[in-house]
Every structure is written in structure tokens, then in C-alpha cells.
């Protein structure tokens, strides 16, 4: 007997076979309904006395049968992309005149359903009126659905469904493609941040949280700050505003919701079952975007430990896919399950990791020490990211690599030699940018890393004084190198002066002081050499012979 969902429970064996029989049922795929169907519904949803749902897949296959309302339907994992519908109906009974309920509705949109039918069963056990409701196109209506008015089912039998549901694919996919050309190509996301009393600092994230969306490829199409005193444990920010996404993200063709917080594993999984939309948080975004720019092996690993530190405490089963029962010579246990072995080997893989790291930290640290054996000063390029650090690098030595306008686009420290005037031969090393509320995995995986700021004998702080939040990035910066253990001296470059408008410059300069530059276009490059000349020479270096022809 094929599974019946929902509530069965105080039903009769007979009743649950008869039911399950359903399952046997096939509807033409261009009709709603047949008077067999009809009558076969009525009378058996009126003998158990509960509605009936059915879900029917376009070739007109019963693929779900369930005791109860639409919203007591488990709807098949599978189904629709952006640009389409699921690819599944719902016919269900409803015992006594009603027609289609807000939760009804609602179910049809969220699932984003082919079509939506309701047939109210009399008191006699005969089919009555037939309700039947579509998804209207995007910005097409103020509803997001199209109720058609209710008649006796009979005379619904000749609709033709699949006409009106290739239609409706064709608007969805004509729209996507207007969209496309109008924002550009990549995954489109909505982003939301969240305000609990911060202010302009949850406005700023909010931003930020765009800038991160883009590096990432992807389109943030709308950005959302929702207010509220305090989160929602379960849904963040509440069922209802929830709902509100969902509805914007199918009028926006959007795919992924993107939070400016961090979502703990149940409320991920929550936010998705109810808006049915990808779910990302600011750190898995983050992540992603490191994943994206890690070139050396080094790097790979790094990202690669703190992607498994975060996924391992959200690693959860679904269903009959984590309780097979695993096996193999020497590595399971009787009995585990494939989340336990998922889990294990999760915690396997960070502890090789973790090995793999110790061994470049060693070698990092025999550099290091025969840099120190040199003489050789050393200075650390260190900033918020996007600051213009590899930029500057690349102009204060005359090498490297080229800059580029995206957040995260350094991961692996770049060591470079120039010279100082007074001084003479000084190491510069770029380092991976900073960001506000820097996630603990990447701060612990890139640990041996920031070791090179912390050995820094000096530290250009770049600032990017064109920024409208640029007080607020320093503040950030001069906080993490304070949980660093810096302390080294800082010399604050205020990068991107030709982009800064006057007065932020001279604000910028009266309250934190700093040299300004443009790494861009090679001014204030001597004054920022002549400060840092000045600040190794205040510890004591020694200047090289041939100094004073630098």
C-alpha cells in the first residue's frame, strides 16, 4: 500500500486502503478534472470526514496523497527554477461550501503550483462547486494569484489547464530574460538586513552586504531593512515579513534571500521550508567569496578549514537519506548512521587540514626568522578590503600584481622588496583584507597568516578616504589588529584621496591623522615613504650604507 500523509490517525485500514488507491488515478494533463475523479473524491473524503489533497504532476500521475488541508501536503523536494513553475497541482477536498482559504493561497504560492483546485463536498457525499486559482504573472495584478469564479465542477471539465499553464511559463520566462538584460546575468538575490536599535550601522551592512553580493556574481536586485526589537528565534524576522520576501522575490525573479546576520542551522532551515528560496547568511557569503579568490594551496586550505568549521554544527539529515545504515572495513561502526559518518568525516578532513596549515605556518615562521637574520625591516600593508591595498603595494615597490575592484581579492600574503629613503631595502607584505564582523572560521583559519602583521615591524594602515563610511572602516581595522596583539607603529595612508571630495579629506585628516594618497595614480607616494622612513628609524633601525642614495 503506497504511503498516505497528513493526518490519518483514528482511520480505518479499509479506509486507508481505499485512499491509497488514489494513487492509482490518472488525469489527462490538459484537464483540471473528470466527473470519476470527481465523484470518487466527494464520496470519500464525506465517509472519513476529512478533506482529501492530491498532488498531481503534469502528465496528470497522483505523486502525493494526504489526509487534510493543502497545508498537510509534503510536496516533492524537486521542482522549479526561476523562470518556471513547479510542475505540480493540487486538487483537495473541501467538506461544506468555502471557497479557497489565504492558507490555500498561500500554498500555491509558495510552492509556486501549476494550479490550485478545491471541489466542496455536499452533505450527501456529492462533488459541488469546483474553486480553481492560478499564480497571476509578476506585476501583472495586486495578488500574487488569479481566483477564478466557482461553478459547478462540470462545467470546469472542459478548461484547457495546460494551455494556461504554458502561458503563464512563457510570461515567467519572458520576464526573467527582460531582467537579465535590464541587471545583468548571475544569481538574483534579495538582501535583508536587520535593525534592532543600530541604526546607520545596519544600513551600512546593508550596503556592504550588496558589495559582498556582487563580488560573489551574483545581482542583489532589492535590499530590505526590516526593524524589529528584538529576533525572532525560529524565522528571524517573523512569519509574515517572510511571506513579504517570498512575494517580492517571485515579482523580482529572485532565487536567493541573503541575510546581513548570521542565521543559526534551525533558522536557515526554516526560512527556506517557508519561503522555498535558496538561504544564505553573511558568512556563508563571505565564504564563498574567499572560496572564489583562493589561488595557492595555501589559501584552498585555509578557506576550505573554515567552510568545514562552519558546516559542520549545521550538517543535518533529511528524511530516509540519513538513516541508511553505512559500512566499510575499518572506518564505521555497527549501526552509524550516514549523518554520523558525514559528521566524522567532516571532523577527519578539518583535522588534516589543520595538520596541512601547521606545516606552512612553520615554513612561515623559518621565512620569517631568516628575514629577521637579514636585517631586512618589514612593513604590512593591512585595511579594510577593497581599500586598495595590493594597489598600493604594487606602487610603493614597483611589482606585483595588479589591484583589483573587488572585496577579498587578496588571500595569500604577497612579500615584495622596495626601498625607503634614509633606510633602504624594506620588505612590504600584502595581507587579506579586513571586513566588519569577520567571521571566527576565517579569522582562526587565516590565523598563521595575520602572523605576518603581528612580526610587521611597521603597518601602513590603507584607508580609503573616498568611502562614505570611512570612520567606521578605520574603527573596525584598529580593532581587529588590537585582538591581534599588534604593535607595531601605524602609518595611516588615506588611499583614494583624488576620489575623496575636500572636506571628507581634511575631516579625515584632522581626527586620525594619515598621509594622503593615491596608489592609483602615484601622488603622495613620496610622503607616505618619507613617514614610514621616519617611523622605522624611531625604533632603532639601522639605515644601509647606501641609504642616502635612495
Given at each position: 500500500?503506497?504511503?498516505?500523509?497528513?493526518?490519518?490517525?483514528?482511520?480505518?485500514?479499509?479506509?486507508?486502503?481505499?485512499?491509497?488507491?488514489?494513487?492509482?488515478?490518472?488525469?489527462?494533463?490538459?484537464?483540471?478534472?473528470?466527473?470519476?475523479?470527481?465523484?470518487?473524491?466527494?464520496?470519500?473524503?464525506?465517509?472519513?470526514?476529512?478533506?482529501?489533497?492530491?498532488?498531481?504532476?503534469?502528465?496528470?500521475?497522483?505523486?502525493?496523497?494526504?489526509?487534510?488541508?493543502?497545508?498537510?501536503?509534503?510536496?516533492?523536494?524537486?521542482?522549479?527554477?526561476?523562470?518556471?513553475?513547479?510542475?505540480?497541482?493540487?486538487?483537495?477536498?473541501?467538506?461544506?461550501?468555502?471557497?479557497?482559504?489565504?492558507?490555500?493561497?498561500?500554498?500555491?504560492?509558495?510552492?509556486?503550483?501549476?494550479?490550485?483546485?478545491?471541489?466542496?463536498?455536499?452533505?450527501?457525499?456529492?462533488?459541488?462547486?469546483?474553486?480553481?486559482?492560478?499564480?497571476?504573472?509578476?506585476?501583472?495584478?495586486?495578488?500574487?494569484?488569479?481566483?477564478?469564479?466557482?461553478?459547478?465542477?462540470?462545467?470546469?471539465?472542459?478548461?484547457?489547464?495546460?494551455?494556461?499553464?504554458?502561458?503563464?511559463?512563457?510570461?515567467?520566462?519572458?520576464?526573467?530574460?527582460?531582467?537579465?538584460?535590464?541587471?545583468?546575468?548571475?544569481?538574483?538575490?534579495?538582501?535583508?538586513?536587520?535593525?534592532?536599535?543600530?541604526?546607520?550601522?545596519?544600513?551600512?551592512?546593508?550596503?556592504?552586504?550588496?558589495?559582498?553580493?556582487?563580488?560573489?556574481?551574483?545581482?542583489?536586485?532589492?535590499?530590505?531593512?526590516?526593524?524589529?526589537?528584538?529576533?525572532?528565534?525560529?524565522?528571524?524576522?517573523?512569519?509574515?515579513?517572510?511571506?513579504?520576501?517570498?512575494?517580492?522575490?517571485?515579482?523580482?525573479?529572485?532565487?536567493?534571500?541573503?541575510?546581513?546576520?548570521?542565521?543559526?542551522?534551525?533558522?536557515?532551515?526554516?526560512?527556506?521550508?517557508?519561503?522555498?528560496?535558496?538561504?544564505?547568511?553573511?558568512?556563508?557569503?563571505?565564504?564563498?567569496?574567499?572560496?572564489?579568490?583562493?589561488?595557492?594551496?595555501?589559501?584552498?586550505?585555509?578557506?576550505?578549514?573554515?567552510?568545514?568549521?562552519?558546516?559542520?554544527?549545521?550538517?543535518?539529515?533529511?528524511?530516509?537519506?540519513?538513516?541508511?545504515?553505512?559500512?566499510?572495513?575499518?572506518?564505521?561502526?555497527?549501526?552509524?548512521?550516514?549523518?554520523?559518518?558525514?559528521?566524522?568525516?567532516?571532523?577527519?578532513?578539518?583535522?588534516?587540514?589543520?595538520?596541512?596549515?601547521?606545516?606552512?605556518?612553520?615554513?612561515?615562521?623559518?621565512?620569517?626568522?631568516?628575514?629577521?637574520?637579514?636585517?631586512?625591516?618589514?612593513?604590512?600593508?593591512?585595511?579594510?578590503?577593497?581599500?586598495?591595498?595590493?594597489?598600493?603595494?604594487?606602487?610603493?615597490?614597483?611589482?606585483?600584481?595588479?589591484?583589483?575592484?573587488?572585496?577579498?581579492?587578496?588571500?595569500?600574503?604577497?612579500?615584495?622588496?622596495?626601498?625607503?629613503?634614509?633606510?633602504?631595502?624594506?620588505?612590504?607584505?600584502?595581507?587579506?583584507?579586513?571586513?566588519?564582523?569577520?567571521?571566527?572560521?576565517?579569522?582562526?583559519?587565516?590565523?598563521?597568516?595575520?602572523?605576518?602583521?603581528?612580526?610587521?615591524?611597521?603597518?601602513?594602515?590603507?584607508?580609503?578616504?573616498?568611502?562614505?563610511?570611512?570612520?567606521?572602516?578605520?574603527?573596525?581595522?584598529?580593532?581587529?589588529?588590537?585582538?591581534?596583539?599588534?604593535?607595531?607603529?601605524?602609518?595611516?595612508?588615506?588611499?583614494?584621496?583624488?576620489?575623496?571630495?575636500?572636506?571628507?579629506?581634511?575631516?579625515?585628516?584632522?581626527?586620525?591623522?594619515?598621509?594622503?594618497?593615491s596608489a592609483l595614480k602615484g601622488t603622495g607616494l613620496k610622503e607616505l615613504k618619507e613617514a614610514l622612513a621616519r617611523a622605522l628609524l624611531d625604533l632603532g633601525v639601522r639605515p644601509q650604507a647606501w641609504a642616502q642614495y635612495t
Amino acid at each position: 500500500m503506497d504511503k498516505v500523509f497528513g493526518r490519518t490517525q483514528g482511520l480505518k485500514k479499509s479506509e486507508l486502503k481505499r485512499i491509497s488507491n488514489l494513487y492509482r488515478r490518472r488525469l489527462p494533463k490538459d484537464r483540471v478534472l473528470t466527473p470519476e475523479l470527481a465523484h470518487t473524491l466527494a464520496a470519500l473524503s464525506a465517509e472519513v470526514g476529512r478533506p482529501l489533497s492530491l498532488v498531481l504532476d503534469r502528465e496528470g500521475r497522483v505523486v502525493r496523497v494526504a489526509v487534510g488541508d493543502a497545508k498537510d501536503v509534503p510536496f516533492p523536494e524537486e521542482g522549479w527554477s526561476e523562470r518556471r513553475l513547479s510542475g505540480y497541482r493540487l486538487l483537495h477536498t473541501h467538506l461544506g461550501p468555502g471557497g479557497l482559504s489565504r492558507p490555500d493561497l498561500s500554498v500555491l504560492f509558495l510552492r509556486r503550483l501549476d494550479n490550485l483546485a478545491a471541489l466542496e463536498v455536499e452533505a450527501d457525499g456529492r462533488p459541488g462547486l469546483l474553486h480553481l486559482a492560478f499564480l497571476s504573472p509578476p506585476r501583472a495584478l495586486e495578488e500574487d494569484w488569479r481566483v477564478l469564479p466557482p461553478k459547478p465542477f462540470h462545467q470546469y471539465l472542459d478548461l484547457d489547464l495546460w494551455g494556461e499553464v504554458m502561458a503563464l511559463e512563457e510570461e515567467l520566462s519572458r520576464q526573467a530574460r527582460v531582467l537579465e538584460v535590464r541587471d545583468g546575468s548571475g544569481e538574483r538575490a534579495l538582501l535583508v538586513g536587520v535593525d534592532t536599535g543600530e541604526g546607520p550601522e545596519a544600513e551600512a551592512v546593508l550596503r556592504e552586504l550588496a558589495e559582498l553580493t556582487r563580488t560573489a556574481g551574483g545581482v542583489p536586485v532589492k535590499q530590505i531593512l526590516v526593524f524589529r526589537k528584538s529576533l525572532d528565534p525560529r524565522y528571524l524576522v517573523g512569519l509574515g515579513k517572510l511571506e513579504e520576501l517570498k512575494s517580492l522575490a517571485y515579482h523580482e525573479n529572485a532565487s536567493t534571500l541573503i541575510f546581513g546576520v548570521d542565521l543559526t542551522p534551525a533558522q536557515a532551515r526554516e526560512i527556506e521550508r517557508v519561503t522555498g528560496l535558496k538561504v544564505l547568511d553573511r558568512t556563508q557569503l563571505i565564504l564563498d567569496i574567499f572560496a572564489l579568490h583562493a589561488k595557492t594551496p595555501e589559501a584552498q586550505a585555509q578557506v576550505e578549514l573554515a567552510q568545514l568549521r562552519y558546516l559542520l554544527p549545521r550538517l543535518v539529515g533529511k528524511g530516509k537519506e540519513m538513516s541508511r545504515l553505512g559500512g566499510g572495513i575499518g572506518t564505521r561502526g555497527p549501526g552509524e548512521t550516514k549523518l554520523e559518518v558525514d559528521r566524522r568525516r567532516l571532523q577527519d578532513r578539518i583535522a588534516h587540514l589543520s595538520r596541512k596549515l601547521q606545516d606552512y605556518a612553520l615554513r612561515r615562521k623559518e621565512a620569517r626568522q631568516k628575514r629577521k637574520r637579514r636585517g631586512v625591516p618589514l612593513v604590512a600593508v593591512v585595511g579594510y578590503t577593497n581599500a586598495g591595498k595590493t594597489t598600493l603595494l604594487r606602487a610603493l615597490t614597483r611589482a606585483g600584481e595588479e589591484g583589483e575592484d573587488k572585496l577579498f581579492a587578496t588571500l595569500r600574503p604577497l612579500t615584495r622588496r622596495g626601498f625607503l629613503p634614509g633606510v633602504g631595502e624594506v620588505l612590504f607584505t600584502d595581507t587579506v583584507g579586513f571586513i566588519r564582523h569577520m567571521p571566527e572560521e576565517l579569522l582562526t583559519a587565516f590565523r598563521a597568516t595575520l602572523e605576518e602583521v603581528r612580526e610587521a615591524d611597521v603597518l601602513v594602515h590603507v584607508l580609503d578616504a573616498s568611502e562614505e563610511g570611512a570612520l567606521e572602516r578605520h574603527r573596525v581595522v584598529r580593532d581587529l589588529l588590537l585582538d591581534l596583539g599588534v604593535e607595531a607603529p601605524v602609518v595611516l595612508a588615506l588611499n583614494k584621496a583624488d576620489r575623496a571630495a575636500p572636506y571628507d579629506l581634511y575631516f579625515l585628516g584632522e581626527r586620525l591623522g594619515g598621509v594622503p594618497v593615491s596608489a592609483l595614480k602615484g601622488t603622495g607616494l613620496k610622503e607616505l615613504k618619507e613617514a614610514l622612513a621616519r617611523a622605522l628609524l624611531d625604533l632603532g633601525v639601522r639605515p644601509q650604507a647606501w641609504a642616502q642614495y635612495t
